[in-house]
């Protein structure tokens, strides 16, 4: 059974600062991965999608990055601010009909 | 486009009652995707389809649990008879041909009471 794991499971930080969320999964043969944020009482925003070729994609200041062979992938954020805050959530897939197996979540905290 | 619409937004319901959540997928997009979200057990695939098709429905918990997608632009997922254990919010997702962007509704929020 695929695994995924997100760590830390909560994080506070102030404003600016730089930020690694992990995320490790059981089975290395992903077929992509997607990094989502999820707003309180809201739904999925698709951050970032990362085929299994690819070792990193950039947007703004994300960047994930994808080490297949280890299970492991990292979303990166640059230039912290409070509208970052939110719980961030690591989907890789396996087989091609983009089946995710969903991680446990990061949730973030950005103060002003 | 609107992107992926979900109804209702909330459901309070008794046990034993039948529930019937909605959704409309962004248009042209060909494979559709139910989900659900609990604090226990996270986010879980319930099934999805392809192409109107269903693919995998091995997340559906039980039989009370069903799924139809008559159309392109319309998919159902149906519990008979709810219980409170079903309380949790449902998601729906829609993506172009398999292995892109997942764009998920806003959810719906059932309370079995």
């Known amino acids: 059974k695929q695994e995924v794991t997100q760590i830390p499971a909560a994080l506070s930080v102030p404003e600016g600062e730089n930020l690694v969320l992990n995320c490790s999964f059981t089975?290395?043969?992903?077929?992509?991965l997607q990094w989502f944020r999820q707003d309180p009482g809201k739904g999925l925003t698709s951050l970032l999608l990362i085929q299994s070729s690819q070792r990193e994609q950039t947007s703004g200041r994300l960047n994930a990055s994808l080490d297949k062979s280890s299970g492991r992938s990292t979303l990166y954020i640059a230039a912290s601010q409070p509208g970052d805050s939110a719980t961030y959530l690591c989907?890789?897939?396996?087989?091609?009909?983009?089946?995710?197996?969903f991680g446990t979540g990061t949730r973030l905290l950005v103060s002003p | 486009d609107a992107g992926v619409i979900q109804s209702p937004r909330h459901e309070v319901t008794e046990m034993g009652q039948e529930v019937t959540l909605r959704c409309k997928p962004i248009s042209g997009h060909n494979s559709l995707f139910w989900y659900r979200q609990t604090m226990m057990r996270g986010l879980e695939l319930l099934i999805y389809?392809?192409?109107?098709?269903?693919?995998?429905d091995s997340g559906m918990p039980e039989d009370r649990f069903s799924a139809k997608m008559p159309n392109a632009s319309f998919s159902t997922l149906k519990i008979q008879p709810s219980e409170p254990r079903d309380s949790a919010v449902y998601f729906c997702?829609?993506?172009?041909?398999?292995?892109?962007?997942?764009?998920f509704g806003a959810g719906t929020r059932l309370s079995v009471l």
């Open positions: 089975d290395s043969a992903i077929y992509n």
């Open positions: 989907a890789p897939s396996w087989g091609g009909f983009q089946k995710l197996v």
């Open positions: 997702a829609s993506s172009l041909a398999g292995g892109n962007i997942q764009y």
């Open positions: 389809f392809n192409n109107n098709v269903p693919i995998d």
